[in-house]
């Protein structure tokens, strides 16, 4: 695991880009996280899109995770929030990115069709991620089995109170999403994790230096031989080593 510390969340973005910058050109597959800590990182391709002519042209994305029972049109879907954060503003094609159906009748032959899609691409290449701050990635929730796989859950109250910052009040979070599993996440040949503000230092000190764990989902990534942690000083503030 690679770690590499800047100063503030907008240079994270400006690293994390750099990192991923080659990725696009190459035409890889993309695996793309929502929340909010990777929007400096995807401003900051939308830049090199417009300035540079970085082009997304020949990439497929997939996304992590989505809500149950959200209507894709909801702003707050993640079929929505990436749309509006990313893959609208570059030369994506839009039938190449995708979501988990929320909405789909039969949830896990949708985790299962989700998993087929991602193998019949090739894997995904690179794969952007953010961690909770109770040590989730995507919705793998403490406890997560390590070799997990694309499944719904319930989401940790913790979850839900941290992402009712994105609805009008907290009884509108969805209590359930489908998420790529952990074992899913770390079939990526390649993984770039997140983390910026003091909210995440703890996550941030148990998935580097805890124990490897299924109460810390992030920690696996302790297991995966190509993954480069970018933080921003108030994230890495409780790293001991
Ligand atoms: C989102 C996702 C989540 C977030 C995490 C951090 O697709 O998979 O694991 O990365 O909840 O969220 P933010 O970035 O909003 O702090």
Request: hydrophobic share 40%; net charge negative.
């Amino acid at each position: 695991m690679d770690i590499v510390v800047r100063p503030n969340a907008e240079e994270v973005g400006v690293y994390a880009a750099e990192l991923i910058a080659p990725f696009a050109h190459a035409g890889a597959t993309l695996g793309l996280a929502t929340g909010s800590t990777p929007n400096p990182t995807y401003a900051e391709l939308v830049r090199h899109h417009r300035e540079n002519g970085l082009s997304f042209a020949g990439c497929e994305a997939f996304l992590l995770d989505e809500y149950v029972g959200l209507d894709p049109a909801n702003e707050q879907s993640y079929y929505s929030t990436i749309r509006r954060e990313f893959t609208s503003h570059i030369d994506i094609k839009d039938a190449k990115v995708h979501s988990l159906n929320g909405l789909a009748s039969d949830l896990e032959a949708e985790a299962r069709d989700y998993e087929a899609r991602i193998a019949a691409a090739g894997g995904i290449d690179v794969q952007i991620l953010g961690v909770g701050t109770n040590g989730h990635i995507a919705f793998n929730e403490p406890p997560s089995a390590l070799d997990s796989r694309t499944r719904m859950v319930d989401l940790h109250p913790v979850t839900v109170a941290d992402n009712a910052r994105f609805f009008d009040d907290e009884e509108q979070v969805p209590r359930q999403a489908l998420t790529q599993g952990v074992g899913t996440i770390m079939e990526a040949r390649t993984i770039v994790l997140l983390a910026t503000g003091a909210r995440k230092a703890d996550a941030v000190r148990a998935l580097i230096e805890g124990p490897v764990t299924p109460a810390c989902p992030a920690s696996a990534l302790q297991h995966h031989p190509r993954t480069t942690v970018v933080l921003d000083e108030a994230a890495a503030a409780k790293l001991t080593r």
